[in-house]
């Protein structure tokens, strides 16, 4: 069978890196890849976003299924499209996609559904969202209704923040469209944890706990970012838990999306904080996460295209559930200096050939460059390790880490160290 991923990050590599594991595949295409998918597919010079493209190329290269990566090709319609050709795509149709392209839709599902989440109220006027700001209980949490990148969150600990978060949104349209209607939410504390579940939108089946790290500093200091790491499984999610997740969150959202006549086909991933009064959702997104999703896939033990057919096709209750090797595993993200903000590209990568025995190196802002790989992005690499436990594949990826060498590498020192967990 031939594959087409579509998107060109860490992600769509580990995707890759675990797709091509599979005997029954014969062929993966990637669009548009980077340096480190060309290694174990075909890149094709495609962008996520352009829709008719993908679904042209998919229709011409006789593609058994197609695997999006990244949200905004599905909030535009890329699994629509290619459903409506008779092509197999893993991924929810728009309406589905919603669970992340709005936000405001989201709560509104959850609150149908009975899930716990944030307490939250919607505006689309400066005024009355700076009104709101004045007398409600800090902190607060301000967030872009629509797609930002992962980025349109700011957590504000003072009233002054909030409001600065209120006027860049709604008044400088910081975002975009997707700040055009906000979200000021309550601040929900503990530890986070994601759950991605591979769903046919009847049966649903979540993979390994993870957990990330948004901010761009050590000690959860600087600005949001797409991530800059993530570890699993997640200590705190004991079994009892995890049924928990599933039975009050996971399949009561599903049970709310059949009840609008959606049929979610893809990856439901639950963002949720551990609370002191049990699990709530952060936030839902409609896609695999990054960088989550480079390591739940190593500790995957069955071969994922089955899973992802059978998801696709709406019989996953026809596979078995998904199991998982023992052990741990930790990511790190490698960005360019300036990042999230501005930064430079086109910087010479060494010491991929080095890395210590285990240590898988997933791209991300890669490319080639007169026969050289050079930095090409904003997160630029994730090294992954496994490990019998946390501790062993956190010192294993920082080993690795220290032998891969670029001008401006940027790395937070502290992912899934103890006191992070």
């Not at 409600?136 to 978060?165: C, F, H």
């Not at 049990?278 to 899973?307: H, K, Q, S, W, Y």
């Not at 990826?397 to 502290?414: C, L, N, W």
Request: net charge negative; glycine share 10%.
């Amino acid at each position: 069978m031939r594959l087409l991923i579509v998107g060109g990050g860490a992600r769509e590599h580990a995707l890759a890196w675990k797709l091509a594991q599979s005997p029954e595949v014969d062929e993966l295409l990637v669009a548009p890849g980077n340096a480190g998918t060309a290694a174990i597919a075909r890149n094709l010079p495609i962008a996520a976003t352009d829709i008719d493209a993908l679904v042209e190329v998919a229709g011409r290269e006789r593609v058994g299924l197609t695997v999006v990566g990244p949200e905004e090709p599905l909030a535009r319609g890329l699994a629509d499209r290619l459903r409506a050709r008779g092509l197999l795509v893993f991924g929810p149709d728009a309406a589905a996609a919603r669970i992340e392209s709005s936000k405001s839709w989201a709560k509104d599902v959850m609150r149908a559904a009975g899930v716990p989440t944030a307490a939250a109220r919607e505006f689309s006027a400066l005024e009355p969202a700076l009104d709101w700001v004045a007398d409600a209980p800090l902190p607060l949490v301000v967030k872009a209704n629509g797609l930002a990148a992962g980025k349109g969150v700011v957590v504000a600990a003072t009233r002054g923040e909030a409001e600065r978060a209120v006027r860049a949104m709604l008044a400088e349209r910081s975002f975009g469209e997707a700040g055009s209607e906000i979200l000021i939410e309550e601040c929900l504390s503990g530890p986070e944890v994601s759950v991605l579940a591979l769903t046919d939108g009847e049966t649903i089946y979540p993979l390994v706990p993870a957990t990330d790290y948004k901010r761009a500093g050590a000690g959860d200091t600087g600005p949001n970012t797409g991530g800059m790491g993530a570890f699993a499984p997640v200590p705190a999610v004991t079994p009892e838990l995890a049924a928990c997740i599933r039975a009050e969150i996971l399949e009561p959202t599903l049970s709310e999306l059949r009840e609008r006549g959606i049929a979610y086909r893809g990856v439901l991933y639950a963002g949720l904080m551990l609370t002191e009064s049990g699990p709530r959702v952060i936030e839902f997104n409609c896609r695999f996460g990054d960088p989550e999703t480079e390591v739940v896939l190593p500790l995957l033990a069955d071969d994922l295209l089955p899973l992802l057919l059978a998801a696709a096709e709406g019989r996953l209750a026809d596979v078995p559930p998904p199991r998982r090797h023992d052990g741990a595993c930790v990511g790190v993200v490698l960005a360019s200096a300036g990042y999230p903000g501005s930064y430079t590209t086109g910087c010479p990568i060494s010491g991929l050939d080095d890395l210590p025995q285990g240590v898988l190196a997933f791209h991300a802002g890669t490319a080639w460059l007169d026969g050289r790989i050079v930095t090409s992005g904003g997160r630029v690499l994730t090294l992954v390790a496994r490990g019998t436990n946390l501790a062993e594949a956190r010192q294993c990826v920082y080993e690795g880490i220290a032998r891969v060498s670029y001008t401006g590498k940027q790395f937070r020192p502290d992912i899934a160290e103890p006191r992070t967990l």
